[in-house]
């Protein structure tokens, strides 16, 4: 899942080689978190969130499959 997730963001970027895809798991439940440059986020997100709505589903279906709960979180790096 985290390919796919990784794949999707860096497809939608100015800046893909700042894209960043975590994944870790605590059994039953897995959390995908996207780090991306603060000008990136907009593009990400989308407009009323439906970008990143359609991740989040895209990652819930996924896991449904394996019977494990899939949630995706969408950070900003902070400019250095």
């Known amino acids: 899942m985290k390919e796919l997730i990784e794949y999707i963001v860096k497809s939608l970027v100015e800046k893909p080689?700042?894209?960043?895809?975590?994944?870790?798991?605590?059994?039953?439940?897995?959390?995908?978190?996207?780090r991306v440059a603060n000008?990136?986020?907009?593009k990400v997100i989308g407009r009323e969130g439906r970008i990143a709505n359609a991740l989040r589903t895209l990652a819930k279906a996924a896991g449904a499959k394996d019977r494990k709960r899939i949630s995706v979180e969408i950070i900003t790096k902070e400019e250095r």
């Open 39 to 42: 000008e990136d986020a907009g």
């Open 17 to 34: 080689e700042e894209v960043v895809i975590s994944e870790s798991d605590n059994g039953m439940a897995t959390v995908i978190e996207v």
